[in-house]
């Protein structure tokens, strides 16, 4: 029933720019914690950003200053801006949410990200 799908990725150069949308269907999506996550190949799954039901947001160190995360939620979708692209930015970033307080996270398909030096 939840349904989150990732759009935007692609190939970049570094020090290029992309933007990644989530549309999310199947949630109450003002009411939720929305994130953004990565992974490369081989590595472990890495929280990018966090935005909050009262727009209150966190970033990985790796990513601030760089990336923005946002919310349309009359559009039920999620944005994350990503500026200042490094190769080691390649990923596959993925859309997570979840209610307030600890509720179970739901995950899209993921898009991939590849920057190139």
């Known amino acids: 029933q939840v349904q989150l799908v990732e759009s935007g990725g692609g190939l970049v150069q570094a020090g290029g720019s992309l933007r990644l949308s989530c549309a999310a269907s199947?949630?109450?999506?003002?009411?939720?914690?929305m994130s953004w996550y990565r992974q490369a190949p081989g590595k472990q799954r890495e929280l990018v950003a966090t935005?909050?039901?009262?727009?209150?947001?966190n970033y990985a160190d790796s990513v601030k200053g760089r990336f923005t995360i946002s919310r349309d939620n009359a559009k039920s979708t999620l944005y994350l801006q990503l500026n200042s692209l490094k190769p080691e930015d390649t990923a596959v970033y993925y859309c997570?949410?979840?209610?307030?307080?600890?509720?179970?996270?739901?995950w899209g398909q993921g898009t991939q990200v590849t920057v190139s030096s």
């Open positions: 199947g949630i109450v999506f003002g009411l939720n914690v």
């Open positions: 997570a949410t979840r209610r307030p307080y600890s509720g179970p996270e739901s």
């Open positions: 935005i909050t039901p009262e727009d209150m947001t």
